[in-house]
């Protein structure tokens, strides 16, 4: 009888470390320093876009930094910003805001949907209809 509780014991031990380590179903972790460089923002090929977007990522800690959003159009011109971003919740969460005081439109607040080598999908966490692709450069 002792043997069976032991191994009762075994087993459901094991059966929670197997699922510890496995997640269950959590997302996986985003490698964060992959996002340091320039993206350019690519569109569906559906979209007709006269001009780009290039958002430059330059860390200054861990877990934040800079973010210059470079943006030329055909018909409103070349335009610069220098903003900052922060990341949390693990790298899957990334906010960008002009600064201490803010501005319009601020924060921009993002979940990183996907971030590899050359890839970049951003989804506006207010509204997740809003999904943003960028290619590294």
């Not at 996986?28 to 992959?34: K, T």
Request: charged share 25%; aromatic share 14%; with cysteine.
């Amino acid at each position: 009888m002792n043997t069976k509780v032991w191994r009762v014991f075994f087993l459901m031990m094991f059966t929670a470390v197997s699922f510890m380590s496995c997640g269950c179903g959590e997302e996986d972790d985003i490698e964060i320093g992959l996002l340091s460089g320039k993206w350019m923002q690519v569109y569906d090929k559906d979209v007709i876009c006269e001009g780009y977007v290039y958002y430059t990522f330059i860390f200054d800690s861990d877990t934040s930094g800079k973010c210059i959003i470079e943006v030329n159009d055909a018909f409103a011109g070349n335009h610069s910003e220098e903003r900052v971003f922060i990341l949390s919740d693990f790298g899957r969460h990334i906010t960008i805001f002009k600064g201490l005081y803010g501005g319009d439109n601020d924060p921009w607040d993002y979940r990183i949907k996907q971030l590899t080598s050359n890839r970049l999908t951003l989804i506006l966490a207010d509204h997740p209809d809003v999904v943003q692709h960028f290619e590294k450069k």
